[in-house]
C-alpha cells in the first residue's frame, strides 16, 4: 500500500459513516475518559506555561469531542480535521468563530499552508493505519506543521506486553472481568492480530465474536452493558479495513525518528498499560 496516496482506502468513508451514527454507543476506551481528557489538558498548560504564543494554534486529528470541548488556554484557535463528512456532522461539537472549526480533508492531503500549530494532538488516530508506513507518513505530516518548539500528543492503543490469546479474553468476557464492551473489542483484535505489520482485519474480529456464539441476554445480565453497545461490534462485519497495535518499543522506534519523547501516562484502568498517552517535540 503506497503510504499516502492509500489512505482513502484505510479510512474507509462507508465505515466511519456508520460510526458517527452510533458514536453515542460508545465509549472508553475507544473515546478518552475525563481522566485522559485532564492528561492531555496537563501537557497542554505544561507547554504553554513558560510561553506566550498569541494566537495559540492547535491541529486536532479527527474530530474527538471530547478534545475539541476540552479547557484549551485563553486565545486558543483550534482546526479539527476529519475526512469524513458525517464525523464531522453528528460527532464534532461545533464550530466557534475565532475559536474553532473543522474542516473535511484527508489527513495527508491536508495542507497548512504557512500555518505552524503550536500543539498538534490526536487520539488513536494511528490505530486505523498500515504499520510502520503509515504512522511514518502521519509522523512526517506532523512535524512538518508543528511550530519549532511545539508539542505532539497523541493516546496509542498498544499490544501488551503479554500477549494474551483470544480463549483468554473470552473467557475474562463471560466472567465480567473486563470493564466496557469497547475494551473487550480492542483486547479480540490484538489478541488475533499476529503482528503488527499485517494487523487485523475488522472483519475478521466480528467473525471470531460470532463465532464464539455468545448469548447477549445473558452477556447483558453479567455486565450490565447495553445492547446497543455490544451491537457495535457489527460494524466490522464484513469490513476489509485493518487496525495495527504496535508494541510500546515498536511504536518508540518509529516516532523517534522524528521526535523526542517529553512524557507519557498510563492510567491506572483495565486498558491502562495499553492506552498510553505521549507527548513529543520535534527531534533537534
Not at 181 to 195: D, V
Request: aromatic share 10%.
Amino acid at each position: 500500500m503506497n503510504d499516502q496516496s492509500d489512505l482513502s482506502q484505510s479510512l474507509q468513508q462507508p465505515h466511519w459513516g456508520e460510526v458517527a451514527y452510533h458514536w453515542h454507543h460508545y465509549g472508553p476506551p475507544l473515546r478518552p475518559s475525563a481522566a485522559e481528557v485532564r492528561v492531555m489538558e496537563a501537557m497542554v498548560r505544561g507547554w504553554c506555561a513558560d510561553r506566550s504564543a498569541r494566537p495559540f494554534k492547535a491541529l486536532l486529528l479527527g474530530v474527538t469531542p471530547e478534545i475539541a470541548a476540552m479547557a484549551w488556554p485563553d486565545d486558543t484557535e483550534l482546526l479539527a480535521v476529519d475526512r469524513s463528512e458525517q464525523m464531522i456532522e453528528r460527532v464534532w461539537p461545533g464550530d466557534i468563530a475565532g475559536r474553532r472549526k473543522a474542516v473535511c480533508a484527508d489527513w495527508f492531503g491536508f495542507s497548512s499552508g504557512t500555518d505552524r500549530y503550536h500543539v498538534i494532538i490526536g487520539d488513536g488516530n494511528f490505530t486505523i493505519l498500515d504499520y510502520p508506513g503509515q504512522y511514518r507518513a502521519l509522523a512526517t505530516i506532523a512535524r512538518d506543521v508543528l511550530a519549532s518548539d511545539g508539542i505532539f500528543i497523541s493516546r496509542f492503543f498498544l499490544q501488551p506486553a503479554m500477549i494474551e490469546t483470544a480463549e483468554t479474553v473470552f473467557d475474562d468476557l463471560l466472567a465480567n472481568r473486563i470493564a466496557t464492551f469497547h475494551g473487550f473489542k480492542f483486547r479480540l483484535a490484538m489478541a488475533l492480530q499476529e503482528n503488527a505489520d499485517s494487523g487485523v482485519r475488522m472483519g475478521d474480529v466480528f467473525s471470531a465474536w460470532h463465532s464464539a456464539d455468545i448469548n447477549l441476554e445473558s452477556l447483558m445480565a453479567i455486565t450490565g452493558w447495553s445492547r446497543e453497545a455490544i451491537e457495535t461490534i457489527r460494524l466490522y462485519d464484513g469490513k476489509d479495513s485493518r487496525l495495527s497495535f504496535p508494541s510500546a518499543a515498536e511504536i518508540d522506534a518509529v516516532m523517534s525518528e522524528y521526535f523526542e519523547k517529553i512524557d507519557e501516562c498510563y492510567l491506572p484502568h483495565d486498558m491502562g498499560e495499553r492506552c498510553p498517552i505521549v507527548s513529543y517535540r520535534r527531534r533537534r
